[in-house]
């Protein structure tokens, strides 16, 4: 099992940053992509960014040229810089991961979350 842990979360104004943190940790075979995904109040669950292996990266338009999404494969850690923050972007974010892990017999893939972390933008 792969057990992923947030932390970064907090309340800012508009214009601000924040920086999310994600660490998983586990009996990990190896990560294949990480990602974030925000749930807002009364809202679904959206996706936001995503990351390879290799660093590939992807971005909701909503974000783009605002956030960055980043990872240090040595500590399986993700990392999303989020600069500029609007209050649109007040929700509770969930870090991601698909990853292998050593099972009783052998590795086996999974999709894993995070418990969340709360972000609020207001002024």
């Known amino acids: 099992q792969v057990q992923l842990v947030e932390s970064g979360g907090g309340l800012v104004q508009p214009g601000e940053s924040l920086r999310l943190s994600c660490a998983a940790s586990?009996?990990?075979?190896?990560?294949?992509?990480m990602a974030w995904y925000r749930q807002a109040p009364g809202k679904q669950r959206e996706w936001v960014a995503a990351i390879t292996s290799g660093g590939g990266a992807n971005y909701a338009d909503s974000v783009k040229g605002r956030f960055t999404i980043s990872r240090d494969n040595a500590k399986n850690t993700v990392y999303l810089q989020m600069n500029s923050l609007k209050p649109e972007d007040t929700a509770v974010y969930y870090c991601y991961a698909d990853a292998t892990t050593y099972g009783a017999l052998g590795p086996s893939g999974g999709a894993y979350w995070g418990q969340g972390t709360q972000v609020t933008v207001s002024s």
């Open positions: 586990g009996s990990i075979f190896s990560i294949n992509a």
